[in-house]
């Protein structure tokens, strides 16, 4: 059975923006994230997060090889992206339909291992 961890990146004070990240973490946190991702079960998103984070999908000339290590293992897990706008997702992706909690229940029976949770915001907003 899995379990659903929420996670954000923030600044010492409260600051977030996932559009701008002004400056890339130390190599340090970086691999943190690195280690942290390789143990993750899944992914699953909110819209925006997740289109932020298809960057991992295709590799670029400049990246380092930490940054590669951290896109393998962004692209093994599966991801689940809850939205009411997109039509498809990338690979290894699925959209979730309009029953969310239906399948959340699903997937949290199915899997087992720890799922990351981030950039889900409230029908209301």
Same mark, same amino acid.
């Given at each position: 059975?899995?379990?659903?961890?929420? @996670?954000?990146?923030?600044?010492?004070?409260?600051?977030?923006?996932?559009?701008?990240?002004?400056?890339?973490?130390?190599? #340090?946190?970086?691999?943190?994230?690195?280690?942290?991702?390789?143990?993750?079960?899944?992914?699953?998103? @909110? &819209?925006?997060?997740?289109?932020?984070?298809?960057?991992?999908?295709?590799?670029?000339?400049?990246?380092?090889?930490?940054?590669? *290590?951290?896109?393998?293992?962004? &692209?093994?897990?599966?991801?689940?992206?809850?939205?009411?706008?997109? #039509?498809?997702?990338?690979?290894? *992706?699925?959209?979730?339909?309009?029953?969310?909690? *239906? #399948?959340? &229940? &699903?997937?949290?029976? #199915?899997?087992?291992?720890?799922?990351?949770? @981030? @950039?889900?915001?409230?029908?209301?907003?």
């Amino acid at each position: 059975m899995a379990k659903f961890v929420f @996670g954000m990146n923030q600044s010492l004070d409260g600051y977030i923006d996932h559009q701008r990240f002004p400056s890339a973490p130390s190599p #340090e946190l970086f691999r943190q994230f690195i280690d942290q991702t390789e143990k993750l079960s899944g992914s699953l998103y @909110g &819209r925006r997060l997740y289109e932020s984070m298809r960057y991992w999908d295709s590799d670029q000339p400049d990246w380092t090889e930490d940054m590669h *290590a951290f896109a393998r293992a962004w &692209r093994k897990n599966p991801k689940w992206v809850v939205s009411r706008t997109l #039509e498809t997702v990338g690979p290894n *992706a699925t959209l979730l339909g309009a029953d969310v909690q *239906a #399948e959340i &229940r &699903r997937i949290k029976t #199915e899997v087992d291992g720890e799922i990351e949770v @981030g @950039g889900l915001s409230s029908p209301a907003a």
